[in-house]
């Protein structure tokens, strides 16, 4: 029963960006498409043959675009969509390393193909990915000293339990908030990038992309899809984790379903009314986010 919920949650990813889609529409007051347009755009995808971007381009090409998507669907699986109970128990350094798998293939990727736009995207994601993962890596050592635990399952149960001071609320709140930018920027959206445009100035995340096609290109997008709802999942099993004592499945999945929807909306709205910030200011958030995630460690210990 419980795989069947995660394969159900799991093609609802398609969806969820028809969703985000139509939010985004909505605040920009034009005409929303489809809740099935996604579904109809990766089926046009997929029933195009393979198309190999050069003779040149090694085996490495086909095996980034595979593992990219494998470990999208591997940790998708780690994150129960149900409440407490994991399909799989997960340490939190762990679920970050493997991620950090998917995107060194990205990387690789893109290298092998060795085009102008390509080595663009991979200069940025580079430069994105040296800022945003110390940050992360020190959220996780927080939630750790915390809770003197980084399993997952752990963590989200002694959040659940509400059982803890309001120095630790207050902890919570901000590294929520880090979390969220960190999610942002992992996943380039706004104010990091915008992958709606093609800017040879700002895309990141579609300059890696932006010659892949058919085939390629369906799994790579849906692969992207999979880990933005990956997060939302992870941020909310560990920020937003009450169940509200509901204990049948069918209804923590509802629960999920209306919690990712709420995210969404939340985000997008945000992305309608905050404007891009340049690229070479990126570091001036990551290290404010950075020292004040040092700050309150420093300031839990001293209290």
Do not use: C
Request: glycine share 0%; charged share 10%; hydrophobic share 65%.
């Amino acid at each position: 029963m419980y795989i069947i919920v995660q394969l159900l949650a799991l093609a609802l990813v398609p969806f969820f960006d028809s969703i985000i889609k139509n939010v985004k529409a909505f605040w920009n007051g034009r005409k929303w498409p489809s809740l099935l347009q996604t579904y109809y755009d990766f089926y046009k995808l997929f029933t195009k043959k393979w198309q190999f971007i050069s003779k040149f381009t090694s085996y490495l090409t086909i095996l980034a675009i595979f593992v990219i998507f494998a470990v999208s669907i591997f940790l998708f699986f780690f994150i129960p969509v149900w409440g407490n109970i994991p399909i799989f128990n997960l340490n939190f350094f762990i679920f970050f390393y493997i991620w950090t798998l998917s995107t060194f293939f990205m990387i690789v990727y893109a290298m092998d193909n060795a085009t102008y736009f390509w080595w663009l995207g991979v200069e940025r994601e580079f430069f994105v990915m040296a800022l945003v993962e110390p940050i992360l890596i020190l959220v996780i050592a927080t939630l750790a000293f915390l809770f003197w635990t980084s399993d997952i399952t752990t963590i989200h149960t002694q959040i659940q339990s509400l059982n803890f001071p309001f120095l630790v609320w207050f902890i919570l709140f901000v590294l929520a908030i880090i979390t969220f930018y960190v999610l942002l920027a992992e996943n380039k959206r706004f104010p990091f990038d915008n992958p709606a445009t093609h800017l040879e100035l700002t895309m990141i995340h579609e300059a890696m992309l932006l010659e892949t096609n058919a085939k390629h290109l369906a799994l790579m997008e849906l692969s992207s899809k999979i880990k933005l709802i990956t997060f939302f999942s992870l941020f909310i099993y560990i920020f937003i984790p009450f169940t509200f004592w509901i204990t049948n499945i069918i209804w923590l999945f509802i629960l999920w379903f209306v919690k990712v929807i709420f995210l969404s909306f939340i985000i997008w709205t945000w992305e309608i009314f905050i404007v891009k910030i340049r690229i070479f200011k990126y570091q001036n958030v990551f290290i404010f986010l950075f020292l004040l995630n040092v700050f309150l460690l420093i300031f839990y210990i001293l209290k």
